[in-house]
T-cell receptor
């Protein structure tokens, strides 16, 4: 079993839809969590950090549930420009990072 | 500020050849990482470094070696390339461990 597992996707949604991705982690030493966005054949870029108290940035909301060991990303009012692959990552305090395989989102007109 | 740069951008190797990938960052970051990404998959950590002169193994270290002689550079070496090492290699750096990583543009390596 992989240490970080994501919804396999792909997700195909119409513009304006709300879509949610989940990511589970199995390493209890994981301390920090982030969501990255990766466009085709490009480097990943940070989308947002994930906190237990939740983190909202415009149309994006990230949440961490330590008890159940999962993180989530909610995108409201999807735009065509949101089409990308979304990667979750878990870090231990020792600096080791583990990425999920990514979930591909396609937003259609 | 160039951020994180990687050299080369593309490379084709024959089986058994060796090469070194260079990652450089100008942000004075302590931590640096090497990942590989295969088609349709996420990033897999090869090796990482928590500071100058230190290195540690990641998830898929076999067949690779690294060195961090200078804080701003992190080198990834392939001593004897194999077709299974065909991949896109990303370097990243962060100010400290569990913080945002900044990625380089990637090196596309093909081993025939």
């Amino acid at each position: 079993r992989k240490e970080v597992e994501q919804d396999p996707g792909p997700f195909n949604v119409p513009e304006g839809a709300t879509v949610a991705f989940n990511c589970t982690y199995s390493n209890s030493a994981s301390q920090s969590f982030f969501w990255y966005r990766q466009d085709c054949r490009k480097e990943p870029k940070l989308l947002m950090s994930v906190y237990s108290s939740g983190n909202e940035d415009g149309r994006f909301t990230a949440q961490l549930n330590r008890a159940s060991q999962y993180i989530s990303l909610l995108i409201r009012d999807s735009k065509l420009s949101d089409s990308a692959t979304y990667l979750c990552v878990a870090y231990t305090n020792a600096g080791k990072s583990t990425f999920g395989d990514g979930t591909t989102l396609t937003v259609k007109p | 500020n160039a951020g994180v740069t990687q050299t080369p951008k593309f490379r084709v190797l024959k089986t058994g050849q060796s090469m070194t990938l260079l990652c450089a960052q100008d942000m004075n970051h302590e931590y640096m990482y090497w990942y590989r990404q295969d088609p349709g998959m996420g990033l897999r950590l090869i090796h990482y470094s928590v500071g100058e002169g230190t290195t540690a193994k990641g998830e898929v270290p076999d067949g690779y070696n690294v060195s961090r002689l200078k804080k701003q550079n992190f080198l990834l070496g392939l001593e004897s390339a194999a077709p299974s090492q065909t991949s896109v290699y990303f370097c990243a750096s962060s100010y400290s461990g569990p913080l945002e990583q900044y990625f380089g543009p990637g090196t596309r390596l093909t081993v025939t």
